[in-house]
Antibody
Framework: QVQLVQSGAEVKKPGASVKVSCKVS????????MHWVRQAPGKGLEWMGG????????IYAQKFQGRVTMTEDTSTDTAYMELSSLRSEDTAVYYC????????????WGQGTLVTVSS | EIVMTQSPATLSVSPGERATLSCRAS??????LAWYQQKPGQAPRLLIY???TRATGIPARFSGSGSGTEFTLTISSLQSEDFAVYYC????????????FGGGTKVEIK
């Protein structure tokens, strides 16, 4: 069983950056393809990006290109998602999510981290 | 980017009745389609992958069908715990194409 435990809620001012962590247990991070999905209040799910283990690259959704960075610390089995130049529209719950298969659907999710952007 | 369109936005169903949810893709995604259930304050839960395969622990009243551009999630006899929002997600040809979710269908008590 994979368990994903995320860092706590954050409140940020417009223009700032936020870094959310996702700690993996049950498996090692190198055995997984970690992705990030966000959900604005009352809205649907939005994929932000994820790791492609085939070539070792992280693929970002075009919408977030240049503003998001996803990294991994394999020594602690922790994944990170950093989003910069925050604006009010970035207020959302951010989830890490993964699968044990090569097909990218998500059978394991973190509990979510609420990021609030407000002046 | 493949656009996923779910209908209806809201479905009002009585307990014990059948619910049929639709998901349409703007281009073929073969059978690379998953369904999730989400309850308020919770992370999504995987129900179906490969368009029709139930995930581990998912009751048999949930079934998925379709391929190409048209997909259906059927809940054969709604239980109280099934009232939630349901999302479809395509994962066809990743990483060459982005993953995308549908806008969701809320199943509410009639």
């Amino acid at each position: 069983q994979v368990q994903l435990v995320q860092s706590g809620a954050e409140v940020k001012k417009p223009g700032a950056s936020v870094k959310v962590s996702c700690k993996v247990s049950g498996y090692t991070l190198t055995e997984l393809s970690m992705h990030w999905v966000r959900q604005a209040p009352g809205k649907g799910l939005e994929w932000m990006g994820g790791f492609d283990p085939e070539d070792g690259e992280t693929i970002y959704a075009q919408k977030f290109q240049g503003r998001v960075t996803m990294t991994e610390d394999t020594s602690t089995d922790t994944a990170y998602m950093e989003l910069s130049s925050l604006r009010s529209e970035d207020t959302a719950v951010y989830y890490c999510a993964t699968s044990l298969t090569t097909a990218i659907y998500f059978d394991y999710w973190g509990q979510g981290t609420l990021v609030t952007v407000s002046s | 980017e493949i656009v996923m369109t779910q209908s209806p936005a809201t479905l009002s169903v009585s307990p014990g009745e059948r619910a049929t949810l639709s998901c349409r893709a703007s281009q073929s995604v073969s059978s690379n389609l998953a369904w999730y259930q989400q309850k308020p304050g919770q992370a999504p839960r995987l129900l179906i992958y490969g368009a029709s395969t139930r995930a581990t622990g998912i009751p048999a009243r949930f079934s998925g069908s379709g391929s190409g551009t048209e997909f259906t999630l059927t809940i054969s006899s709604l239980q109280s715990e099934d009232f939630a929002v349901y999302y479809c997600q395509q994962y066809n040809n990743w990483p060459f194409l982005a993953l995308t979710f549908g806008g969701g269908t809320k199943v509410e008590i009639k």
